[in-house]
Structures are given as C-alpha cells and as structure tokens.
C-alpha cells in the first residue's frame, strides 16, 4: 500500500542551524501539508501547498519556515533558524486528486526535531 | 473560527470495557469533514474514518462505531469491549474550506 515517507525519523540540531525535513508523499496526490506536534500537546497545521504554492498557512508558519516541491516527488520543510521551541514531531501529509483539502489526509511516521 | 474540542484529556478503563471519546466541533461552513486519528505510542498517526456534514448516518467497524449529530456539533467515538492495543491518543479533527484542524486529543488507557 502506498505510503508517504519521512525522512530523517529524528534530527538533532544545534540552535540557529537551519533544518530540512524531506517528504515524499504517495505518488498521485496533489494537496500537501506540514503539521507539527510538540510532545504532548496537540497537532497543529502549519502550510498545504498545492499547484507548487503554498495554499494556507497558519500563524505558526513565520518567515523562518518555507516549503518547496524541488523535484516531482519530494516535499520539503525548512526552517531557517532553529529555535529551543521548534523541537516538536513534524508530520508530513498528502492528500488524493479530484477531492481537495476536504479528505483524507494520508501522513507519513513524522520525523522528530529536537533543537538543543 | 473553525474548532474542535475534545473534553476528556484522559480516560482509563479495564479490559473489555466499552469507552466513548467525545468530540464537538464549530464551523461557519455548511460542508466540511470530520475525522478520527489514532495515535499509538510509537508516534504515527493513523486514520481511522472520515465523515462529510451531509452524511449524518451512523457507522460501524469492527469494534469502532462512530455517532454523528449535526444538532449538537458532536461527532463521537465509541471502542466496544476494549482491548490493550487501542490503548493510544486519539485526535478528532475538521477540514472545512481552510485546513484540517485537530482537537487537543484524548489519551485512552486500556489496563489489562
């Protein structure tokens, strides 16, 4: 069964380094998105992007965060300059063609950022 | 605003048990989408169902049955006769026009 992958599973990363979280969502989906969790809090929208622009965002995507679509198959997040509070799970998601935002979200196993 | 609470931060029962997981809901749109997530301890999050606001019947899997009512916003998870395995966090969420929404989760404990 198709899936979408997420690499690294977990990142160590010293502050104000900048991180790139990869995804490659499942092959024919179209919408793409970036949740975040911190440790057991609950799980946050952050950007979907579709048509190779960013879609919506919410008020957690500052300017320290961007998404692109380098290639036809992966789906990056970069933070530019990590912060002790960006440490949390980051979870990829995809959706199917023909149906929008509105269904399901297919996410990958999430990678973990700790920024120490 | 688009929200979603879920009101029972935690909930512990014992085997066999059935146990019921609320979860209400606020949206100015007339169409948009609930789901349920489960999320074990090994972190990932794993769908378990999708509703649209103009399908209000009920429905069941397995053990999982799920109760809909637009009248009250709610949109409620039922687990019969419990097993340890779904002991778990289990997020409802919402996706209207804008995005897809999460409740704060509600983390069940299944004791043996």
């Known amino acids: 069964e198709p899936e979408v992958t997420q690499t690294p599973s977990h990142q160590v990363t010293q502050m104000g380094q900048e991180v790139i979280l990869r995804c490659v969502p499942i092959?024919?989906?179209?919408?793409f998105y970036w949740y975040r969790q911190i440790l057991g809090q609950k799980v946050e929208f952050l950007v979907s992007?579709?048509?190779?622009?960013?879609?919506?965002k919410s008020e957690i995507f500052d300017d320290q965060f961007s998404v692109e679509r380098p290639d036809g198959s992966n789906f990056t997040l970069k933070i530019r300059s990590t912060k002790l509070e960006d440490s949390a799970m980051y979870f990829c998601a995809s959706s199917r063609p023909g149906t929008g935002r509105n269904t399901e979200a297919f996410f990958g196993q999430g990678t973990r950022l700790t920024v120490v | 605003a688009q929200k979603v609470t879920q009101a029972q931060t935690e909930i512990s029962v014992v085997e066999k048990e059935d146990v019921t997981l609320d979860c209400v809901y606020e949206?100015?749109?007339?169409?948009?989408?609930l789901f349920w997530y489960k999320q074990p301890p090994s972190g990932e999050l794993v769908f378990l169902i999708r509703r649209n606001s103009f399908d209000e019947q009920n429905e069941i899997s397995g053990r999982y049955s799920w109760n809909f009512q637009k009248s009250t916003s709610s949109f409620n998870f039922t687990i019969t006769a419990s097993q340890v395995v779904d002991s778990a966090v289990y997020f409802c969420?919402?996706?209207?026009?804008?995005?897809?929404?999460f409740g704060a989760g509600t983390r069940l404990t299944v004791k043996p």
């Open positions: 092959s024919n989906h179209l919408y």
């Open positions: 992007f579709y048509n190779n622009e960013i879609s919506e």
């Open positions: 949206t100015r749109d007339t169409t948009y989408y």
């Open positions: 969420a919402l996706s209207d026009t804008n995005d897809m929404r």
